[in-house]
């Protein structure tokens, strides 16, 4: 599976932005994918999490109730609607995929990754 992540931006303080990370591969369904963020400075951090089957996603405590993770497996896509958006949500955004229905919250355990999507949260 390859990736690639796209629809950074710059977007208000509680304003809305969605992020997109569009695989190919024949076998996408049965891959986990995660988001993951990297602010200038700081280390790498998961964000959330979906297994293909969409059941339970996985999001971190700073994100959780503000930001949905979906995918539409017939697009190969995943999605990140990021609501709510506060100036500490300001980074590099990153979607990964592992095989296997883990929604894992470690960077280690994702074998591929996109290209990062910057996302800056400003007025």
């Known amino acids: 599976v390859q990736l690639q992540a796209y629809g950074g931006g710059l977007v208000q303080p509680g304003g809305s932005l969605r992020l997109s990370c569009a695989a190919s591969?024949?076998?996408?369904?049965?891959?986990?994918v995660g988001w993951f963020r990297q602010a200038p400075g700081k280390e790498r951090e998961f964000v959330a999490a979906?297994?293909?089957?969409?059941?339970?996603?996985t999001y971190a405590e700073a994100v959780e109730g503000r930001f949905i993770i979906s995918r539409d497996n017939a697009k190969s896509t995943v999605y990140l609607q990021m609501n709510s958006v506060k100036p500490e949500d300001t980074a590099v955004y990153f979607c990964a995929s592992k095989y296997g229905a883990s929604p894992d919250t470690s960077h280690l355990f994702y074998t591929t990754w996109g290209q990062g999507t910057l996302v800056t949260v400003s007025s």
């Open positions: 591969g024949r076998t996408f369904s049965r891959y986990t």
């Open positions: 979906i297994s293909w089957s969409a059941v339970t996603p």
